[in-house]
């Protein structure tokens, strides 16, 4: 039998979902039977056990990279004067204005785009290359004239850059593909 986390909630279907770290995890109705949500396991065991490979295939390809705090300070400087041109040309071919731009951290938020303009980035879609940057460039530009992702949203992104659905899916690959690890050089050893 495949173990799993179990969550009852106030649902009405049960749902299987396996985590990025190999777990798993049921949402199943508060009456649900134990063996009734065993069965439903059992059911969906072929495609647990695929998406469980397809998630060691990906760590086994994972690239790390590791840089100590004043290689990240020095990739941050570095990213936001780069920002800071390409943003401006975007704007202007775009015909729009931005506040000021930011340059984080982030490990999972690439991009955003706050209501008054300000643009942030996290440093790390540098190791991306120039055609993904300009991606998320356009992608946040984009929220200065629509603040959410719908269709008329993805048409701004689509004129200012027709080939945006291949860069976004180019993107997807590399967070897939890329871990990063900031070490503190400082530490005790």
Known sequence: MIEYNLV????KTLALYVRHD???????????SKSYIDSFVEKKSDWI???????NRRKEE???????KEEELRYRKQFSVYLEQRCAEYARAMGLHFGTIRVTGARTVLGSCNSVGDLSFTYRILFAGEELVDYVIVHELSHRMEMNHSPRFWSIVEAAMPDYKE???????FQHKIEFITEDTNEAK
Do not use: N, Q, Y
């Not at 994972?62 to 100590?68: N, Q």
């Open 49 to 55: 056990h695929s998406t469980l490979d397809r998630i």
């Open 167 to 173: 860069r976004r899916k180019k993107l997807k690959e």
């Open 62 to 68: 994972k690239k790390t990279i590791r840089l100590s």
């Open 8 to 11: 009852k909630t106030k649902r």
């Open 22 to 32: 190999g777990s798993i995890e049921v949402r199943a109705p508060l009456k649900a």
